[in-house]
């Protein structure tokens, strides 16, 4: 039965789970662990974080942090399981293109943009207002 439901759940969540291998396979992380049911990758080459599928891809300097990238990550990944091929469209992109427009030097924090506000809850994560 268990078997089952994670063809269903791979199913559900096809395309990210497509584009979060096709990256493992460009960006070759060096570590990958399972962290929640999927695996998390570390990536010299990857700039920030990605949560695709079954796929959570981080840059190494998040290893060893404090944690709330991974957690804010399986948020994501819980997006994903509830919103399956909607994923991409509601959440990836916008969320995508919200980090290429964000800057640090901007006066609103990156995590009030409503996917990463919604992931860190999913998440667990707590942040400071």
């Known amino acids: 039965?268990?078997?089952?439901?994670?063809?269903?759940?791979?199913?559900w969540q096809?395309?990210?789970?497509?584009l979060g291998a096709l990256l493992v396979l460009i960006l070759r992380p060096g570590r990958n662990y399972d962290y929640r049911g999927v695996r998390l990758h570390y990536a010299s080459r990857m700039r920030g974080g990605i949560s695709l599928g079954r796929h959570?891809?981080?840059?190494?300097?998040?290893?060893?942090?404090?944690?709330?990238?991974?957690k804010h990550e399986w948020g994501h990944t819980r997006q994903s399981l509830l919103?399956?091929?909607?994923?991409l469209p509601l959440i990836g992109l916008p969320s995508l293109l919200w980090a290429a427009w964000w800057t640090p030097l901007r006066s609103t924090s990156y995590f009030?943009?409503?996917?990463?506000?919604?992931?860190?809850?999913?998440?667990?994560v707590r942040r400071e207002p």
């Open 56 to 70: 959570i891809i981080l840059n190494d300097t998040y290893r060893d942090f404090d944690g709330k990238t991974e």
């Open 14 to 18: 096809l395309p990210q789970n497509l």
């Open 112 to 124: 009030r943009f409503f996917t990463e506000r919604w992931a860190d809850r999913l998440g667990g």
């Open 83 to 87: 919103l399956g091929p909607l994923y």
């Open 1 to 11: 039965m268990k078997k089952a439901l994670d063809i269903l759940l791979y199913l």
